[in-house]
């Protein structure tokens, strides 16, 4: 993987540090007049999320990080594995439960997800911001019970579960904000 | 498409035509005189922090100059009474939200001038540009220490200054040397807790820090220099400057020596600036204030890009 030097820097750039794969969200030339530069960055561990600061002495370089981020097809789950396919190159790659992570919930077969590859595996899937699932069990709303903003639980055909409004019943499709895990609409045909 | 629009707006344009309308009205009411050296020379910098461009002609290198300093104090030396200049200066590599590799300056020299009185010129002309009266805080680089860490400079030894530089995430921090960790630590972990809501000036630098400035006669192990800080933002480093060449021969030397131990390119100590303080600089003092900056603070903006017509990326 290539070296990239300080004043390469720029959000979105993948680097390595202590061994972990990050990008950079923010970066900040800082030098004092007569002083030494430096290259103040936010970056986010691609493996665990978390946002942490760093500098780093300007002209000092970093080992960049073989991270690509590529749209794929959710084919199917074996219960251990999720395989999604490259529909540009039809190459197919497995993620583990930690690589899918909360995504698990969402996913739809043939729905297109963005898998994020390190050194050529699946690190993590983000699902689609919104996605349409069916409703396979729901109890009927109690009649008479029309307090505004009231709702009920609703297992959708991933198995995640969503609260839903009264008179939403079982069969029919929502659509999900996966960033909140929100309802938003009905789906009509 | 092409991206052909100025990064500043038009109205910013207008204030900097203003900003230096009164740069000049305020020289020109204190007798200070306007001049013009090249901003192309033989030599440049020597200071290990500051890379100068190098530009290929049909005569040796030529470096654009990353300050008037050594031209103007050959004048200085020469018999030009109290002077200004607003130039362009130039500095490779460094752009970011305060930095712009090519960037305006104003230089001046006074006569006679002593610390407190640079100073004092210094801050009352940044008032005169932002047209508002302005707290001032002055306080040595000690004293900001002391306030910060409750101890002497000598007290911050390496393995505090390098615990301090880590826990601000600093990387490969046993690779930088005593003085560019005290450089980060001092910039990073005390200025920004002795800021207030105005200027600060600090003054009375360490040694190693000395750059042109003269050593202060009661201390031997700190200088007169000062620096001006609006919320963080440097906007003017002056001097009382040094004019005894033999000292300023030794500092080249120095400056030299890091440059090697730092791995940076070579650069000839300007031997001109050395033959006219050897045929002698009258006592003077010194400033160079980035009107880029000042031009942020009156725009409101902290993004450099805003008050140039072209930043860096769009020139």
Not at chain 1, 135 to 148: E, L, V
Not at chain 2, 203 to 209: D, R, T
Not at chain 2, 252 to 270: C, H, I, M, N, T
Request: net charge negative.
């Amino acid at each position: 993987m290539a070296n990239y030097n300080t004043n390469e820097f720029k959000s979105g750039l993948k680097i390595m540090l202590d061994g972990d794969p990050y990008t950079i969200v923010e970066n900040e030339f800082v030098k004092p007049g007569k002083g030494q530069a430096f290259n103040r960055v936010k970056v986010r561990n691609l493996k665990t999320g978390r946002v942490v600061d760093k500098t780093f002495k300007s002209g000092d370089s970093v080992e960049g990080a073989d991270v690509m981020e590529v749209d794929m097809q959710y084919l199917y789950s074996d219960g251990e594995q999720w395989h999604f396919m490259d529909p540009n190159s039809f190459e197919q790659h497995a993620a583990d439960e930690t690589a899918v992570g909360d995504a698990a919930q969402w996913l739809k077969e043939q729905d297109i997800c963005v898998v994020t590859l390190y050194n050529g595996a699946p690190l993590s899937v983000m699902a689609p911001n919104f996605v349409e699932l069916t409703i396979t069990q729901s109890d009927p709303g109690i009649k008479g019970d029309t307090a505004q903003g009231a709702t009920k639980p609703a297992t959708l055909e991933t198995g995640a579960v969503v609260k839903v409004p009264l008179f939403v019943e079982e069969g029919e499709v929502i659509r999900i904000d996966t960033r909140s895990g929100e309802y938003t609409s009905r789906v009509k045909d | 498409m092409q991206d052909w629009r100025p990064t500043a707006s038009i109205e910013n344009i207008q204030q900097r035509a203003q900003m230096m309308a009164a740069v000049r009205d305020y020289f020109k009411r204190h007798n200070v005189i306007e001049v013009e050296t090249p901003l192309l020379c033989a030599r440049t910098v020597t200071e290990p922090h500051i890379d100068s461009i190098a530009v290929s002609t049909e005569q040796p290198t030529r470096y654009l100059q990353t300050s008037p300093e050594y031209a103007m104090k050959r004048l200085l030396a020469a018999g030009m009474p109290d002077c200004y200049q607003v130039c362009k200066a130039f500095r490779q590599s460094e752009n970011g939200a305060r930095h712009n590799t090519e960037f305006t300056m104003l230089e001046w020299y006074r006569l006679g001038f002593d610390l407190n009185q640079i100073m004092q010129e210094t801050t009352s002309l940044i008032e005169i540009l932002l047209g508002k009266p302005l707290a001032i805080k002055t306080l040595s680089y000690c004293q900001a220490i002391k306030q910060v860490f409750g101890c002497e400079l000598a007290d911050l030894d390496r393995p505090f200054l390098v615990h301090q530089a880590s826990s601000k995430g600093l990387m490969n921090v046993q690779q930088l040397s005593y003085e560019q960790c005290l450089d980060y630590v001092f910039s990073q972990c005390v200025l920004p807790h002795v800021q207030h809501d105005g200027l600060c000036v600090i003054h009375g630098y360490p040694l190693a820090q000395a750059a042109l400035a003269r050593v202060n006669p009661q201390q031997a192990d700190v200088v007169e220099r000062f620096e001006v800080f609006f919320h963080n933002l440097e906007c003017a480093n002056g001097y009382v400057e040094l004019t005894d060449a033999d000292q300023q021969a030794q500092r080249f030397d120095k400056d030299q020596q890091r440059r090697a131990k730092y791995g940076l390119p070579e650069v000839e100590s300007d031997e001109r600036l050395l033959a006219a303080l050897d045929s002698g600089l009258p006592d003077c003092a010194g400033v160079a204030m980035g009107l880029d900056r000042i031009l942020m603070l009156l725009c409101a903006t902290d993004n450099i890009a805003e008050v140039l017509s072209f930043d860096w990326s769009h020139a």
